[in-house]
């Protein structure tokens, strides 16, 4: 037996204005897109935009729906839609905001773990990492070069 250690790199950005001028943009459209979420019962919007190669920029949101499980988390939203309108782009970067109706959200939230093994799916497809930078709605924001380092040890279609 031996112990295997996996570790992640993460490059920590201590505020909006500390971004790249092209990422802030992608991230404001994140945020707008957080506007428009609809999320009634967890009261916690999310917004995601997504760079393609072929310079289209995809934003999503949450959709909550009353048969709670049914909904759509905004990486989800975005990334099918990217698949469905731009089936041969590939994805390049990907930002994320979300913030809460009850509190303000300060701390970087990455995506939940559904919507990692969505993002996962796709770079192993294209077999090109995503760049994703995520935030609350303020503060830090958080850039991992690839979905890699939030999901270790993923599952992909190798395995089938």
Not at 119 to 124: L, T
């Amino acid at each position: 037996m031996k112990d295997v250690k996996i570790e992640s790199t993460l490059t920590v950005f201590e505020d909006f204005n500390e971004l790249p001028e092209a990422i802030k943009d992608l991230l404001q459209k994140a945020i707008d897109a957080r506007k428009n979420a609809y999320a009634p019962y967890s009261k916690f919007s999310v917004g995601a935009a997504i760079l393609l190669d072929n310079q289209q920029v995809v934003t999503g949101n949450n959709q909550e729906n009353a048969s709670y499980p049914s909904g759509l988390c905004a990486e989800r939203t975005a990334i099918y839609y990217a698949g469905s309108q731009f089936p041969e782009a590939k994805i390049l970067k990907m930002a994320l905001t979300a913030g809460s109706r009850e509190h303000q959200t300060i701390t970087p939230i990455p995506p939940c773990g559904a919507c990692r093994q969505a993002i996962a799916e796709y770079e192993v497809k294209q077999d090109t990492p995503i760049e994703i930078y995520f935030m609350g709605e303020t503060g830090k924001v958080v850039k991992s070069a690839s979905l890699a380092n939030l999901l270790p040890l993923g599952f992909d279609r190798s395995f089938l």
